[in-house]
């Protein structure tokens, strides 16, 4: 042979030769994957992140995939941006690696230990856990713990290969055979589009796809590179040897994998709360049954052999239905019951399970539990404080409902105080018991003497005073319902109103301090001339004759200034004429000072007081009252007139439609007529009003039929006809003649051509029949009745001014009752309220933040992990700090001396010295009174009983202690606010170990 052919027959044996190594070798790596772990896993060392302070300059969140979006790491843009307009601020975040940064921004999902397990986590003051929900909450905690029938049915349905041991550095991410058969599909599918293609996901890539993939799907061949990408050099973060990643994969897959979502529960994840919610079996019990079948040397009783196979099956139907379990689950069980039937067979056959266990197994039946897998019952008393966090956190985050919130991988740090809240909730559990009640003290007069305890309900509230903000340390009751009457409810908290009136009294002296302290003699008289009101005089006449023009002076006057407390005097308020009594009836017949009526909390100088406040914001509203009520010309007038024309107007109106609505034309007018009176001529008003354009055939039918048996002649239908047609009278006039309000007249017309009209529809269409149904209120010779309408709404246009000053100060609702008897508790409150105004007094006139939630703690250890505290801000002026420093005076003289005297003395410091204590008490007895004509009492009804007493303890805590009894069983009670006073005396031992907690220094704010 030539020398040339040699050379190329050596040249084609090279070749050759390369050909077969290099199939070897990838035939090598296919099985042993050890030139990947090489590369991948040097590759995935450098992915890494840490937390560092501040905002990350290299954070990337991701926008889709159903875990990122249960756990909230999808929203967490949204979160931030939320939580930092409302006055949080980052401290601590993720930053990543530049490797990792560029493989995200790449396309692919951020490697690293995923979470199986997360959920809300609050933590108390201390960081002991307050309250944690963990999803799923049935789960392996690790590989060992799964049966190995479980991993062995798992991997003969999924991955075969994953485990393999003679391979430590095996990609689970890849299974070669199987990915070559799809791509051998693809490409047969090609030409027959029908063709259906066996799934090439292994146990990794599913995790990837159903964790982080859009709608957990696999949309293209580019989603699926991603998933394997990703999947792979997650598998070796640790490292080459993949050994420990294989198991826990399997581990992952199993307590994560997607079984739909099932009413009551929601979404369901993995297999311990697949078996659950579809099929109600214990999860614990189904592992027990599946670990051994029985000991060495014994056999199985038939029932275990039954309970065994059931079990079994329902894994196994629960790990095919991860395929389409929205089909298999939800749309055809019978499918599922099938292909579980067609695997059994398949398992048998192939080793996993022996023939016994596939009889049995193919003999139960799997049927899927028919209630809804509701959750364990818990007691909303042990988790009041933690649902009011939870209720907070959802506008702050901007979440919908619960069981989104629960779900977030989120720690909240709160200010709670966890011993005392559960010691505290401990005593209110009891307190049903009456003589568990009796060893507190709780009974006698004006006690729990009378009553059932169990249904008085109690809420306690404290929080601490900082440098900077409020700490709420407990929020504890015993009702045993979503419902926090300390801040959900309207209650009537009686005199604890005499609090805010007080406030609001000393207020006004230190306004007219600051307008005429500096004057002298001769400006304050010029002033004095010109004044109306009660307060401006007395302010204007004591600066005058006092040596010490002091603010601190005039608050001292206004304390001392007297009142009668007679209860003889009607006072006109409210729109009516009214009488108030005292509690006390020994009070009746003195004048006594400010300071001591609210020791002892006397009704009727707080009527008067309050009487003094309108008076003065009346004067500071318009300009001469006065002139405008002894002028029935006076240019003002009648813009009051029409706005009283206007809102009492609009008042029938609303009551009238409520009758009304929902009727057809026939039935509004059968109504109407039904209210009158059976007088053929106001019959005649009334149809003429409501159907102008009816013949006079049609009017005659009417009459005969209201007037059944009168001899009704056509003459005189035809005058009645003519005398009342649509122009003949005014809308006042008609309703005069017909007895009816002309209002309710207007509005059963109305209807006749617009039977569907809304609430506002009809409102907006009245605006000229309320006045004219008014207009004989315009006239002047009625000056009296004008009068008591423009007083009205001048007293009315008062009580706006002194809401928002009110509000201001933590007043909760959005309006008060215009009359003086708000003095007294007529406009509610709220506990919590009441807190936040001791607050502002205990701290001199500032008014603070109130804190429960310090910190939030999204996504730790992941790197999206983000945390935002609260930042610190200034306390806000609200209240003069001698007006403050004035009430607590008044406050400590209550508890000291007045009706709260029975709490002094009941706490007591490390040093054995007495800790002063302040409050105001308040009883409120809520009634539904109807009266009748000529003010006759028709029905008084016992709406609900409510003892409230407001304290403070010391400088740094105070709060709220609430006795409430709702509904008609309130009457059966007879307790004051002593009873709320006792049980914080009772709950001072209990509390104690907080007061004796070291202050905070710095306390973050909005």
Do not use: C
Not at 519 to 539: F, N, Q
């Amino acid at each position: 042979m030539s020398r040339f052919g040699w050379r190329h027959v050596f040249k084609f044996g090279v070749i050759l030769a390369v050909i077969a190594g290099s199939a070897w070798g990838i035939a090598a790596e296919i099985r042993t994957s050890r030139l990947q772990a090489l590369i991948l896993s040097r590759f995935a060392q450098d992915f890494e992140f840490s937390v560092g302070a501040g905002a990350s300059p290299s954070i990337y969140f991701p926008t889709a995939g159903p875990y990122n979006e249960r756990l909230g790491y999808a929203r967490l843009p949204s979160f931030i941006q939320s939580l930092t307009a409302g006055g949080f601020v980052i401290d601590r975040q993720a930053q990543l690696s530049p490797q990792l940064s560029s493989f995200i921004t790449r396309g692919g999902f951020p490697v690293f230990h995923e979470k199986t397990q997360a959920g809300l986590r609050l933590l108390d003051r201390s960081g002991a856990t307050l309250f944690h929900e963990s999803y799923p909450g049935r789960v392996y905690p690790s590989f060992e713990t799964v049966p190995s029938l479980v991993t062995d049915t798992l991997l003969f349905i999924e991955n075969r290969e994953l485990l393999d041991p003679r391979h430590p550095n095996r990609n689970p991410a890849v299974e070669w055979d199987r990915l070559a058969t799809v791509i051998v599909d693809f490409v047969r599918q090609i030409g027959n589009p029908g063709l259906n293609i066996a799934g090439g996901s292994t146990l990794a890539t599913q995790i990837e796809k159903y964790r982080h993939s859009p709608e957990g799907q696999t949309l293209n061949a580019e989603g699926k590179l991603r998933q394997m990408v990703s999947a792979s050099l997650r598998a070796y973060l640790d490292g080459p040897d993949t050994t420990t990643v294989r198991r826990r994969i399997v581990t992952d897959y199993l307590n994560s994998t997607p079984l739909t979502a099932r009413a009551g529960f929601g979404e369901v994840h993995g297999l311990g709360d697949g078996l659950w919610a579809w099929y109600g079996a214990d999860f614990e019990t189904v592992n027990r049954l599946l670990r051994a079948p029985a000991p060495a040397g014994l056999a199985l009783t038939g029932s275990e052999i039954e309970r065994r196979a059931l079990a079994y099956k329902q894994v196994l139907s629960l790990l095919l239905a991860q395929r389409r379990p929205s089909f298999y689950l939800l749309s055809d069980g019978a499918a599922l019951r099938r292909l579980t039937d067609t695997y059994l067979r398949l398992l048998a056959h192939a080793g996993i399970i022996d023939q016994g266990l596939r009889d049995a197994a193919l003999a139960a039946e799997l049927r899927f539990r028919q209630d809804r897998p509701t959750p364990a019952p818990v007691s909303f008393v042990e988790r009041k404080a933690a649902n009011a966090i939870r209720s907070r956190l959802l506008p702050m985050l901007g979440l919908p409902s619960l069981y989104q919130l629960d779900r977030l991988d989120l720690t909240v740090s709160t200010t709670l105080d966890d011993p005392v809240q559960e010691a505290v909730t401990g005593v209110l559990r009891q307190l049903r018991d009456r003589a568990y009640a009796e060893t507190l003290g709780l009974t006698g007069p004006r006690l729990l003497d009378k009553g059932d305890p169990a249904r008085v309900i109690y809420s306690v509230t404290l929080m601490e005073r900082g440098p900077n903000a409020n700490y709420v340390r407990l929020q504890a009751d015993n009702l045993d319902r979503p419902l926090d009457i300390n801040e959900g409810a309207k209650l009537d908290l009686g005199s604890t109103a005499k609090l805010r009136t007080l406030v609001t009294y000393l207020e006004i002296a230190a306004t007219l301090h600051g307008r005429y302290g500096h004057l002298g003699r001769e400006e304050l008289a010029a002033v004095e001339s010109d004044s109306s009101d009660p307060l401006t005089l007395w302010a204007v006449r004591h600066l005058s004759a006092a040596k010490d023009k002091s603010l601190a002076a005039l608050l001292d006057a206004a304390m001392a200034r007297r009142y009668s407390a007679s209860p003889a005097e009607r006072f006109f308020t409210g729109g009516g004429v009214h009488r108030f009594g005292n509690f006390d009836s020994a009070d009746d017949g003195r004048v006594m000072s400010v300071a001591e009526a609210f020791r002892n909390s006397v009704n009727l100088v707080f009527i008067r007081m309050m009487r003094d406040i309108v008076a003065f914001h009346i004067a500071e509203g318009t300009d001469g009252a006065g002139a405008l009520l002894a002028d029935p010309e006076h240019p003002a007038r009648r813009h009051y007139l029409e706005r009283f024309a206007d809102r009492e107007g609009s008042d029938f109106l609303n009551r009238f439609y409520k009758d009304y609505r929902g009727r057809s034309p026939d039935e509004a007018l059968n109504l109407l007529a039904s209210r009158i009176r059976p007088k053929l001529e106001r019959f005649a008003v009334i149809f003429r009003s409501v159907r102008p354009d009816a013949d006079l055939d049609t009017f005659a039918a009417f009459l005969r039929e209201r007037m059944p048996g009168a001899d009704i002649d056509p003459a005189t239908v035809g005058r009645l006809y003519e005398k009342h047609a649509p122009g003949r009278f005014n809308l006042a006039d008609r309703g005069y003649l017909a007895r009816v309000h002309p209002l309710e007249l207007w509005l059963a017309a109305y209807l006749q051509t617009h039977p569907g009209a809304s609430r506002s529809e009809m409102l907006a269409a009245s605006d000229a029949e309320r006045q004219a149904a008014y207009a004989w209120l315009f006239k002047t010779r009625r000056k009296s009745v004008q009068d008591t309408r423009v007083r009205t709404l001048l007293e009315e246009d008062a009580f706006v001014r002194i809401h928002r000053a009110w509000q201001r100060l933590g007043y909760p609702f959005d309006s008060l009752v215009p009359s003086y008897a708000t003095a007294i508790g007529s406009s509610a409150d709220r506990p919590a309220a009441l807190g936040e105004l001791m607050g502002i007094i205990l701290n001199d006139g500032l008014r603070l933040p109130t804190i429960r939630i310090e910190r939030l703690d999204f996504a730790v250890g992941t790197p999206y992990e983000t945390a935002l505290k609260r930042k610190l801000g200034k306390a806000e002026r609200v209240l003069a700090p001698e007006v403050a420093a004035t009430v607590r005076r008044a406050l400590r003289d209550v508890a000291e001396n007045g009706t709260a005297r029975r709490i002094d003395g009941a706490f007591v410091g490390e040093d054995g010295a007495v800790i002063p204590i302040g409050g105001k008490t308040g009883t409120g007895d809520h009634r539904h009174v109807r009266y009748g004509a000529g003010r006759q009492l028709i029905e008084s009804r016992v709406v609900n009983r409510t003892a409230t007493f407001v304290f403070f303890i010391g400088e740094r805590f105070f709060g709220t202690i609430t006795a409430h009894v709702p509904g008609p069983e309130a009457a059966e009670y007879r307790f004051t606010s002593g009873l709320p006073a006792q049980l914080l005396k009772a709950l001072a031992p209990t509390l104690q170990p907080l007061l004796a907690t070291q202050a905070p220094t710095a306390v973050p704010t909005l």
